[in-house]
């Protein structure tokens, strides 16, 4: 099991690091979109499939507009015994609003109907434009 988890972390790091076509994601001015995904009794999360399929495809739908992104798994709460409050985080950078905008819209549908495939869980969305 620890191996497995071992090769899945592996496989994760090469998916994001071949997605990041600007190195300097968190610059200053650029867009972020924030997908948390909630933690609560019943909640299942997929990283597998969202590492492997489902982000692979955002990234090739998203095309140029999306400049990088980045994944997390929520591995504790505030203290060793608090729940995770998120299942897990994805983050979708891009240069504006507008381009996120462009880029999702035509391909919104397909991306939202995925998301059964990986959860059972409602993502919340956080659109905002880095400061520092």
């Known amino acids: 099991m620890k191996t497995n988890f071992i090769l899945l972390l592996l496989v994760i790091s090469t998916f994001v690091t071949s997605c990041q076509k600007d190195t300097s994601l968190d610059k200053k001015g650029r867009v972020k979109v924030t997908i948390l995904y909630p933690n609560s ?3 299942t999360f997929d990283m ?3 590492a492997t399929k489902h982000m692979p495809m955002v990234a090739d739908l998203m095309g140029d ?8 798994t929520g591995i ?3 203290t060793p015994n608090d729940p995770i409050p998120y299942l897990a985080i994805g983050y979708l950078y891009f240069d504006s609003l507008e381009a996120y905008q462009e880029a ?6 397909k991306i939202v ?13 956080q659109i905002s434009e880095i400061v520092q």
């Open 65 to 72: 507009a999306l400049k990088g992104l980045h994944i997390d």
């Open 48 to 50: 597998d499939y969202y």
């Open 113 to 125: 109907t995925d998301i059964p495939n990986y959860t059972n869980t409602q993502p919340v969305i």
């Open 76 to 78: 504790s709460g505030r």
């Open 41 to 43: 009794d019943g909640k």
């Open 104 to 109: 999702f819209a035509p391909v919104a549908e």
